[in-house]
């Protein structure tokens, strides 16, 4: 038979427990680092892409061997130290958490030794310019930190390391783009697929500490500001679909070309690139540089700046800068440089949706442009609830919550046709390479307990 809940008696089990206390101060201590090291990552990544910026504005042509040259040293260090850094971080967090992976392997996807190299690497990615960006290495930043904290916690605690490198990549897109929901929704969406009852109240910790740190260090602010949409009437309804559209199949093509890409499939370039990676990187690195040259620095970065100017009507993006960041973002994966494309893709669906505003009218372009920010990472991760809610909280955009979510779910339904999701391909083909190494010793639990301290 239910009873009602014993207050005095649960309060008195709650305040005896010392040890009880002690792991969730713990875990709050690991949080708050979680958004610290977010926050560094942060403003060191913006400060090594001013210094490019200089260089570039100074000296145009002396990143055509600037770029090239710290591409391949980043590859290099990258694969010499750090393999479980390359790419964007999400598959190496969803690759950790499957059930399937020897617990002696978890390293090789989530710790603080990797959290200390993709923070370095990352660094330096921006400051060659690459069109990379620093939300999907925030993701593994701030797993790497929150998994830590399992060793420190008594051996009866029910946070175990499942829900630690949920709660720490949920506050990473949070701290990141400064959007809580969307760390939750992550969270579920692309990494859990549930929110455990156990686990949800960690997650939230989680994202609460380490938004607060960001908002802290950055101040409350929407990512691109405040846009104005007016009224949506049926005008908006064949712009918006050709949006969809245009996102869905866009964002399908990026995703099955980045899979083949990082995937290893049978082609002579891949080859090339299995044999020099080092030479390839360099290559791909010059071309980078050539195609930022050729769009007036358009391609360069994240794209982010670019964004807040087309939001703000201060300017235009033609469709072939946007096909040229598609191509620079692609060719900075496939170096396989630490780095994501969240942010790339966020600036690309805004080509595509300020593209088709151009031929639907000025009054609608502030909503189109969001609305294909939405689409296009909506195809690309299908994650289209994680897409629409990132968008809506960047822009204050909540008068546009219907028109978002109807585009980033035909976007991602449009792609499904087209590409198998991108992070869940990625992280079997490192589960794969994982299970191809042979699992190092456990050791003893007194050796292990005494390595932990």
């Known amino acids: 038979m239910n009873r009602e809940p014993d207050i005095l008696e649960n309060l008195r089990t709650e305040l005896s427990n010392g040890r009880i206390w002690l792991d969730r101060a713990i875990v709050l201590g690991y949080a708050v680092a979680a958004g610290l090291f977010v926050v560094g990552f942060t403003i060191a990544a913006e400060w090594a892409f001013g210094m490019f910026e200089w260089l570039y504005h100074r000296h145009p042509w002396a990143i055509l061997l600037s770029?090239?040259?710290?591409?391949?040293?980043?590859?290099?260090?990258?694969?010499?130290?750090?393999?479980?850094?390359?790419?964007?971080?999400?598959?190496?967090?969803?690759?950790?958490?499957?059930?399937e992976l020897h617990p002696a392997h978890l390293g090789l996807f989530a710790s603080l030794r990797l959290t200390i190299a993709k923070i370095l690497l990352g660094t330096a990615g921006f400051a060659a310019g690459l069109s990379i960006g620093r939300e999907g290495p925030s993701v593994q930043i701030?797993?790497?930190?929150?998994?830590?904290?399992?060793?420190w916690l008594s051996p009866r605690s029910t946070t175990d390391t499942r829900?630690?490198?949920?709660?720490?990549?949920?506050?990473?897109?949070?701290?990141?783009?400064?959007?809580?929901?969307?760390?939750?929704?992550?969270a579920i969406e692309e990494l859990s697929g549930r929110l455990e009852a156990r686990a949800s109240g960690i997650i939230i910790t989680a994202i609460v500490l380490a938004g607060l740190v960001a908002i802290s260090a950055f101040g409350n602010l929407?990512?691109?500001?405040?846009?104005?949409?007016?009224?949506?009437?049926?005008?908006?309804?064949?712009?918006?679909?050709?949006?969809?559209?245009?996102?869905?199949?866009?964002?399908?093509?990026?995703?099955?070309?980045?899979?083949?890409?990082?995937?290893g499939a049978p082609e002579r370039l891949n080859r090339w690139?299995?044999?020099?990676?080092?030479?390839?990187?360099?290559?791909?690195?010059l071309a980078v540089a050539v195609l930022g040259l050729a769009t007036g620095g358009a391609t360069f970065g994240a794209g982010s700046d670019m964004v807040k100017q087309l939001l703000a009507g201060h300017d235009e993006l033609s469709p072939l800068h946007t096909l040229l960041k598609f191509i620079a973002t692609w060719l900075t994966a496939w170096c396989g440089v630490p780095g994501g494309i969240f942010a790339p893709s966020l600036s690309i669906g805004a080509g595509l949706g300020d593209g088709i505003a151009q031929l639907a009218g000025p009054e609608l372009r502030p909503a189109l442009i969001a609305m294909g920010m939405a689409g296009f990472l909506a195809a690309v991760t299908q994650a289209p609830l994680t897409a629409f809610?990132?968008?809506?909280?960047?822009?204050?955009?909540?008068?546009?919550?219907?028109?978002?979510?109807?585009?980033?779910?035909?976007?991602?339904?449009?792609?499904?046709?087209?590409?198998?999701?991108?992070?869940?391909?990625?992280?079997?083909?490192?589960?794969?390479?994982?299970?191809?190494?042979?699992?190092?010793?456990?050791?003893?639990?007194?050796?292990?307990?005494?390595?932990?301290?």
């Open 389 to 453: 809610i990132i968008v809506m909280e960047m822009i204050d955009g909540h008068a546009m919550v219907l028109s978002l979510m109807a585009c980033a779910m035909l976007a991602s339904l449009i792609s499904r046709m087209i590409s198998r999701p991108l992070y869940t391909a990625l992280a079997e083909h490192m589960l794969g390479g994982a299970a191809a190494q042979a699992p190092p010793p456990v050791p003893a639990p007194e050796q292990q307990a005494s390595s932990e301290r």
């Open 142 to 151: 701030a797993a790497g930190v929150m998994q830590h904290a399992r060793r």
């Open 67 to 99: 770029t090239p040259a710290l591409t391949a040293a980043i590859v290099w260090a990258t694969r010499r130290w750090f393999p479980g850094a390359a790419g964007s971080g999400i598959p190496q967090i969803k690759a950790a958490l499957h059930p």
């Open 222 to 263: 929407s990512y691109f500001g405040i846009i104005r949409v007016p009224s949506l009437g049926w005008q908006a309804l064949g712009p918006g679909l050709l949006v969809a559209a245009a996102c869905g199949v866009a964002g399908g093509l990026f995703a099955r070309l980045m899979i083949a890409s990082l995937t």
């Open 273 to 285: 690139r299995a044999r020099w990676p080092v030479r390839f990187a360099a290559a791909g690195g």
């Open 163 to 186: 829900a630690l490198l949920v709660a720490g990549g949920a506050a990473g897109i949070a701290a990141a783009f400064n959007a809580p929901l969307a760390g939750v929704v992550f």
